[in-house]
């Protein structure tokens, strides 16, 4: 099974890319500036594992995005859990001066 743990940090991060794209753009992907070959590698194997799902749009159908995305319901979860880690990591280094306490 599958855990944040047992993913490198290049999988977190094109996770959360994924999770990014489907929450904003419908999951639609523009690959020329956003995912280098060692990712392609990544979501090709997700594919595979029906992790995410991963696939290049028909020619005629391609606007600005050339491919796209759909995230498992385990996928959603680690997308999540990564977010929450993510911040909590940023959080505990910061050295502002607060109003109040959190």
């Not at 099974?1 to 991060?13: G, Q, V, W």
């Not at 590698?41 to 050339?66: Q, Y």
């Not at 385990?74 to 977010?83: F, G, P, Q, V």
């Amino acid at each position: 099974m599958r855990t944040l743990d047992t993913m490198t940090s290049d999988e977190r991060n094109l996770l959360l890319f994924f999770e990014t794209q489907a929450v904003d753009y419908g999951g639609l992907i523009d690959l020329k500036q956003r995912m280098n070959k060692e990712d392609m590698e990544i979501a090709k194997k997700w594919n595979d594992e029906g992790f995410v799902k991963f696939g290049r749009i028909k020619f005629h159908s391609i606007a600005i995005s050339s491919h796209w995305c759909e995230l498992s319901e385990d996928a959603w979860n680690i997308a999540h859990a990564e977010r929450k880690a993510r911040c909590l990591r940023i959080m505990s280094k910061q050295t502002i001066n607060k109003t109040c306490d959190r």
